[in-house]
Structure formats: structure tokens, C-alpha cells
């Protein structure tokens, strides 16, 4: 090859990987990192990423060069010089693509092995999800039970996740990790939390009329922050369930069902605004023109009965007349609260 024509090829090559880098690195593709797992998947897109940017300006180079140089003059009818082949070249474009796909396949390998990495010491949280809501369970702490993901900064956390109805998927774009949950088995993943903050729970598989109201919250608090958090969510718990309205089975059944993740409920300590806010029954039920107890009970086995206004039927999941109906008594009263 002449040395003019590998400098040309060379300068349109280093044009190209410029203008591929520029749009890898000043467009904020993935979000900055918030887990261990996160760094190790950005790492793979990096390293992908890099091997794309060379060939791709190799492959521009090449093209661009032999568009301009072999291109056919207006008045050239003559047929193509007869080539069979570079074996040398062959043997290159076959091993050299063979190697760069074996290292990719190897580092996706390494780094899936990590992620999936649980050490000894470390937090469980079951995840319940259901149209259209999730809920989150401490087994270390009595089953405490709660809407958003409270998690403790740099301690492993294995997520065992199930689903009630449908297909649903849990993801954390800052974690970097999705997984879905499969009605009938339960799927794990495991987070390592680098990084303090509030992050989206968002449900990344589409799982019916709810499906962009699925979301929830993450968050990741100092160990100390987190002890305390659980710490008042007991004593919360402990003292609703003295509480007049008998808090204690209806508080319970509110939270396993995940209530807490669509509804505000003051008694229950949720703030979530997916659903009407229950703190306001009393008047809804004058709205419906039916007593509080009978309105509520029938809010819950048959939601479509009456949509206050502002909200959206077949929203909420119409799963809750197959509760057992003592769990549905104590629901009902503890969210009429004693009233009538
Ligand atoms: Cu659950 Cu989409």
C-alpha cells in the first residue's frame, strides 16, 4: 500500500472515532452509577463501547477511501478488474472479529458472576409486586412491610422478588440491573448501594392499564439513618396497632396487600398518590350516596363500583375479593377508622 493512501486512510479513521467518541462521551447516556453492580455493568458498556468506536472508523475509513478512489467516471463502461480474493485479509477479518467477541463474552461473563455475587453478610427484602404496586418486606425486622425501598448504604442486599398476578419487572436505572418477576417463582437480584440518595423503582414491563403509574421509590440511607428509620416504623407499627381503630391486623393486611403503595392514609403512615387518599373516605362516601362501612368494603371487592372523580377505572387491581373475610373485615375497619 503507498504511504499516501495509509495516511488518508488513517486521518478519515481518527475523523470518524472522533466524531463516534464525542457522541459516546457528551451524550449522558446511562445514569451515574448508584451500586457496585451499576460500575461493573458501566465497565462492560465502556469496553463494548470502545471496541465499537474502533471499528467503526476503521470501517468508515475503508468505505469513504474506496468510494472516493474506485468510484466509476461518468464515461467508464468497462467491466471490473478480475479479483479472487485475499487470503491474507480474509483470515484477518475472520480471527480478528473472533477475538474481540471471545473478550466481550469473557468480561460479560466475569461481571455477571460478580453481580450475582451474594456475601454471607447481607440484607434480604421480599418483593411483592401486583397491578399496580409494590411492596417491600423486611424479614430481619418482623416482617416490617413498607411502599418505598429503604436501603442501607454499602451492605448487600439480596431482593427476592414475586409477583401476584402478572409479569412485572423491577428496575433501578441508577443500579443498573433489571429483573422480572414471575408469577410462581421468585427471582432474585442482589444491590450493593454506593451511592446516598432517592432513586425510581420503575416497572419495566408492561403489565396492564397501570403499568406507567408502577412506580415506587428507592432509597439509600447512612446504616446509622436506616437503624433509626426502622426503629420508627416499628414503633409506628406497634402503636397503631393499640390504636382505637384496631390498626393492628387491618394495618397489617393494608401494607402485605401493598395499599401503601398507591394510597395517602394517614393511620398507616403512606403518602403515595397513585389512588385517592383515604383520609378522605368519609366524604367520598357521601359523594357515592352509601353508608362509610359499606362504601369502603365495596371500594375494595369491586373498584370499578364508583371512581371518584380525578381518578381512572381499572386502575386498581380488582385481585381483593379473593381476600379471606376476616382480612377483609379488619381492612374495612381500620380504614373507617371507628367511624360509621
Ligand atoms: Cu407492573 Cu408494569
Known amino acids: 500500500m503507498r504511504r499516501g493512501v495509509l495516511v488518508r486512510l488513517v486521518a478519515v479513521g481518527l475523523a470518524a472515532a472522533a466524531v463516534a467518541s464525542a457522541v459516546a462521551f457528551f451524550v449522558p447516556w446511562l ?11 458501566d465497565f462492560v458498556f465502556w469496553f463494548v463501547t470502545g471496541i465499537s468506536i474502533a471499528i467503526f472508523a476503521l470501517v468508515v475509513a475503508v468505505i469513504l477511501y474506496s468510494v472516493v478512489r474506485f468510484r466509476a467516471r461518468p464515461d467508464d463502461d468497462s467491466d471490473g478488474a478480475p479479483i479472487h480474493g485475499n487470503t491474507g485479509l480474509e483470515i484477518a477479518w475472520t ?3 473472533a477475538v474481540l467477541v471471545t473478550a466481550v463474552a469473557v468480561v460479560s461473563a466475569v461481571a455477571l458472576a460478580q453481580n450475582e455475587n451474594l456475601p454471607k453478610k447481607h440484607l434480604q427484602v421480599n418483593v411483592l409486586a401486583q397491578q399496580f404496586a409494590w411492596s417491600f418486606s423486611y424479614p430481619k425486622y418482623k416482617g416490617l412491610t413498607v411502599s418505598a425501598l429503604h436501603l442501607p448504604l454499602n ?10 398476578d402478572v409479569i412485572h419487572s423491577f428496575w433501578v436505572p441508577q443500579f443498573g440491573q433489571k429483573q422480572d418477576l414471575v408469577p410462581g417463582i421468585t427471582t432474585k437480584l442482589v444491590i450493593t448501594p454506593k451511592r446516598l440518595g432517592t432513586y425510581p423503582v420503575v416497572c419495566t414491563e408492561l403489565c396492564g392499564e397501570g403499568h406507567a403509574l408502577m412506580r415506587s421509590e428507592a432509597i439509600v440511607m447512612k446504616p446509622t439513618a436506616f437503624a433509626s428509620w426502622v426503629k420508627a416504623q416499628e414503633r409506628a407499627a406497634a402503636k397503631a396497632s393499640q390504636g382505637p381503630s ?5 394495618l397489617a393486611v393494608f ?7 398507591c394510597h395517602t392514609f394517614k393511620p398507616a403512615g403512606s403518602t403515595a398518590t397513585t389512588g385517592p387518599d ?10 357515592a350516596g352509601k ?13 370499578n363500583a364508583y371512581i371518584e372523580k380525578g381518578y381512572q377505572p381499572n386502575i386498581m387491581p380488582s385481585t381483593f375479593k379473593s381476600l379471606p373475610k376476616q382480612q377483609l373485615d379488619a381492612l374495612v375497619q381500620f380504614l373507617i377508622g371507628g367511624k360509621k
Open 291 to 303: 353508608p362509610l362501612s359499606a362504601f369502603v368494603r365495596e371500594s375494595i371487592v369491586d373498584p
Open 95 to 97: 480471527a480478528f472479529p
Open 246 to 250: 384496631g390498626g393492628g391486623p387491618g
Open 278 to 287: 383515604l383520609d378522605n373516605l368519609p366524604a367520598d362516601a357521601r359523594r
Open 155 to 164: 451492605e448487600a442486599v439480596e431482593l427476592k422478588m414475586r409477583s401476584k
Open 255 to 261: 401494607n402485605s396487600n401493598g395499599c401503601s403503595g
Open 31 to 41: 445514569p451515574t452509577p448508584a451500586s457496585k453492580q451499576a460500575d461493573r455493568i
